[in-house]
């Protein structure tokens, strides 16, 4: 029997079609698997900042007013995060409030926002797999259709910067791919790189190796040299316009580890800059010349952007106040390194690194070929595959990245099997595709781990509800609105969920509230916590039972406050105003009673005896 061979969907119509249909079936599934849980909850810690900064703006918040005064007043904190994201969301937001409430389109934007960044990202993919071949395309589409672990930041209620992040580096490399004397591919590089450093520098990394791709270009046939300055001009261009549209003119001083400031901004143009200049200056020159100009340029852009903040050279967590990372910043999950995420659940950590030797080896399968083997495609998909996967192993929240990189890779290897080996038949590819996903290598290599090594019978946790909208009615209704105190984490949901105050989010930014909190609910109850709690002002103290196992109770004394919470035994000094039942249970600081009217009453006590 004949089989059919692959379909060619390596034009550009095709790939727009096999991104819309990765649209309309994975954003499909996803709809109808969270449509029900969207009114339940706000998401994780982020998604609700990010709807607080959002509704700020839709509500008379102006353009540049990032301040949130709600979180450890009276100084508040400037968010490190994008203003472009906070002003696409509200533009979805207003424009189904045209059609319908307030409150259904914000839902609606909820939905539809995370799904708005998966054709691009598909398409992006696409591209960069038909550096492989037409196979490869119809490959990657199967990958794309079928991995479930590629949307784990493009679900319906996801309003993070994640997936905007993901996306624009998919672009930046499909842009980078692109041969040919047409500006284009480059053109789109350059702009994606600088709009998505401007959306975070989570992937700076993985820019600045597609950054240098076209320095190897140039190094290899100076006759890339007008397609290498295009990329050059439009990431200096895109860059500072970033820059000047979300920074407050007020900020433009300030440099920043953790957002495009300043520093970042002047890298860039450099960077930019420096390219056009290096390429000008050394056409027809030979390659020790070239390579001297280029590395000037990348040694300048660097200089400058640490010379502006040296702290940055720790990463974007340099200018962290150190004393909050042994009690929260190294236990926040999505920066925990694989050995934390063995010891804590190893089936997980199984599947990461069954799923990363998985791509690399069809890398490395791919590199056999000879004309794959001498493209600047592979060699840059390889490094950024590797690159993705240490940053996944050194913190969880990177894999991600690894994960979209590896499916071109392993579409490639998929399409490239069905052509040796079975004269490119269509099931073959697509059934080679399949079984080279990682989730099915993730999801086989989880089951037998599982197997092997059966999961210990611990204590169940208890399911926690502290993260639903519902857990925060009783203190909604509470007032008047007052500074609130509790876990760390509950922050964002007190601010988002009710009109009070939060001292503390988890937040690198906000150390002073984190350090001031984490100060109350480890002192001792009957004393210190209490003298702490007043001097700072605190109106009401939350607690979330179901959290009594976070880690951020490991040290604690019996006696802290936050451990006697846990306990159920909380000091007489705060008041009771939620049943013991609820998911959020709220206390008020009882007021102090006057010194003044106690020793009135005292006499008036004694002349009573006396008469």
Not at 215 to 225: S, V
Not at 390 to 419: C, E, H, K, T
Not at 503 to 519: C, E, K, M, V, W
Request: proline share 6%; net charge positive.
């Amino acid at each position: 029997m004949q089989l059919s061979r692959t379909p060619d969907l390596s034009g550009r119509r095709a790939i727009l079609l096999a991104a819309l249909a990765v649209l309309a079936v994975v954003g499909g599934t996803m709809v109808f698997r969270d449509l029900s849980g969207l009114k339940a909850a706000l998401g994780d810690t982020d998604d609700a900042t990010r709807l607080v900064l959002v509704r700020q703006l839709i509500h008379g918040g102006g353009w540049y007013d990032q301040l949130l005064t709600r979180f450890q007043p009276p100084e508040g904190v400037y968010m490190h995060w994008s203003r472009l994201m906070d002003g696409g969301l509200a533009a979805l937001d207003r424009l189904f409030a045209l059609f319908t409430s307030d409150a259904e389109a914000e839902r609606l934007m909820r939905i539809v926002w995370p799904l708005l960044w998966i054709p691009p990202a598909a398409m992006a993919t696409l591209y960069a797999a038909r550096r492989f071949g037409a196979s490869a395309v119809f490959a990657a589409a199967v990958v794309l259709l079928t991995d479930g672990m590629l949307y784990a930041q493009f679900h319906p209620g996801r309003v993070d910067h994640h997936s905007a992040q993901i996306t624009f580096c998919m672009i930046a490399l499909a842009g980078a791919l692109q041969t040919g004397p047409r500006l284009i591919g480059p053109m789109i590089a350059g702009a994606a790189i600088g709009v998505g450093l401007g959306v975070g520098l989570e992937a700076l990394a993985f820019n600045i190796l597609i950054g240098a791709s076209f320095g190897l270009r140039f190094l290899i046939d100076p006759k890339e040299a007008r397609q290498v300055q295009a990329f050059g001009a439009t990431l200096a261009a895109s860059a500072l316009a970033v820059f000047v549209i979300q920074t407050p003119p007020a900020r433009w001083t300030f440099a920043a580890c953790d957002a495009l400031a300043i520093n970042t901004t002047v890298g860039l143009c450099i960077a930019g800059a420096g390219i056009v200049l290096a390429v000008s200056a050394t056409q027809g020159r030979g390659l020790p010349l070239r390579l001297l100009a280029l590395s000037l340029a990348a040694a300048a852009a660097a200089g400058a952007y640490l010379w502006l903040d040296p702290a940055c050279l720790q990463g974007p967590f340099g200018e962290v106040d150190p004393r909050i990372k042994p009690f929260w910043l190294n236990n926040v999950q999505e920066v925990l390194p694989i050995n934390r995420i063995w010891r804590g659940k190893p089936a997980e950590a199984v599947e990461m690194v069954a799923s990363f030797s998985l791509a690399t080896c069809c890398w490395i399968w791919l590199g056999f070929r000879k004309e794959f083997r001498l493209s600047v495609a592979w060699w840059l998909m390889g490094a950024l595959l590797i690159s993705a996967m240490v940053s996944g192993l050194l913190a969880v929240r990177m894999q991600n990245y690894a994960q979209w990189f590896a499916a071109p890779l392993v579409a490639a290897a998929a399409a490239d099997i069905a052509r040796r080996y079975a004269k490119d038949a269509m099931l073959v590819t697509a059934a080679a595709a399949l079984a080279l996903s990682p989730i099915v290598i993730a999801t086989a290599s989880t089951y037998s781990y599982n197997r092997i090594v059966p999961p210990k019978a611990g204590k169940k946790r208890p399911k926690d509800l502290c993260f639903t909208a519902a857990a925060y009615n009783g203190l909604a209704k509470i007032g008047p609105p007052g500074l609130v105190m509790g876990d760390i984490d509950l922050g964002p949901f007190v601010v988002a969920h009710t009109q009070h105050s939060a001292l503390a989010a988890p937040y690198h930014r906000l150390s002073r509230g984190i350090l001031a909190t984490r100060g109350v609910l480890s002192a001792p109850a009957d004393g210190l916590a209490e003298q702490r709690a007043r001097d700072l002002k605190i109106d009401y103290v939350i607690e979330c039972r179901a959290h009594a196992i976070n880690s951020d109770r490991v040290g604690l004394s019996d006696d802290s406050l936050l451990k006697r919470l846990d306990a159920g035994k909380p000091p007489a000094w705060l008041e009771r105003l939620t049943p013991e039942t609820s998911s959020i249970e709220v206390f008020r600081v009882k007021p102090v009673q006057s010194p003044k009217r106690t020793a009135s009453a005292s006499t008036g006590a004694q002349a009573g005896s006396n008469t």
